[in-house]
């Protein structure tokens, strides 16, 4: 069993059922019938809140365990969506108008520049990535969330990561959250809108 097949097994849903609250505050970003690829997806809860915008989400993880828990969420929701079991780190496929990246600091440095060139690959010109994670002060906080600093962004990172696209918008901010038993408390957020630069 992986890593995070242990972490997600069990009945109860790790990150909780209701989306993260990042997401749901660009919410008027989402227009029903958009394209999107929610990658490292987990149990579902922000793929499936996703679908119940209109939008036709791929729900994407490394988790065999995590996509039947994801599977079971949409069935209760009454949502239509699909599923790939993927790494991210080496999928190859479509192009969406939205990818949301939420809480993905699962490789350090030398692994990261890759990473987001993915995500910009899966992105279709004038897309949206839509992407939320940690700052260095989270380690003080405890609260969720890799405990390797180097794995944690701050804005000067992002900003020059995703220079060559449109950032629409880009903050560091600490606040509550209460995402299950994963992500508890206090915690040191970054949230970041970019948009991929038309051909």
């Not at 790790?14 to 990658?39: D, I, W, Y």
Request: net charge negative.
């Amino acid at each position: 069993m992986s890593v995070w097949d242990a972490r997600y097994a069990g009945d109860e849903y790790h990150f909780g059922t209701e989306p993260n609250a990042f997401l749901v505050s660009q919410r008027h970003l989402l227009k029903p019938g958009m394209s999107c690829l929610a990658v490292a997806d987990g149990e579902g809860r922000n793929g499936v809140w996703l679908a119940e915008q209109g939008l036709h989400v791929l729900s994407s993880d490394t988790s065999v365990v995590a996509q039947t828990k994801a599977k079971k969420l949409a069935q209760q929701r009454g949502v239509s969506m699909r599923f790939e079991l993927a790494d991210m780190m080496s999928w190859e496929g479509a192009q969406f108008a939205v990818v949301a990246a939420i809480f993905i600091q699962f490789v350090g440095p030398s692994l990261r520049a890759r990473q987001f060139e993915i995500l910009k690959q899966h992105l279709l010109p004038g897309g949206l990535l839509l992407l939320q994670g940690y700052t260095p002060r989270q380690l003080d906080y405890r609260t969720g969330g890799p405990s390797q600093v180097e794995n944690l962004y701050t804005e000067m990172m992002l900003r020059e990561a995703f220079s060559d696209m449109e950032i629409v918008h880009l903050v560091e901010h600490d606040d509550v959250i209460r995402e299950g038993a994963g992500h508890s408390g206090m915690s040191a957020l970054i949230d970041m809108v970019a948009r991929k630069k038309s051909d």
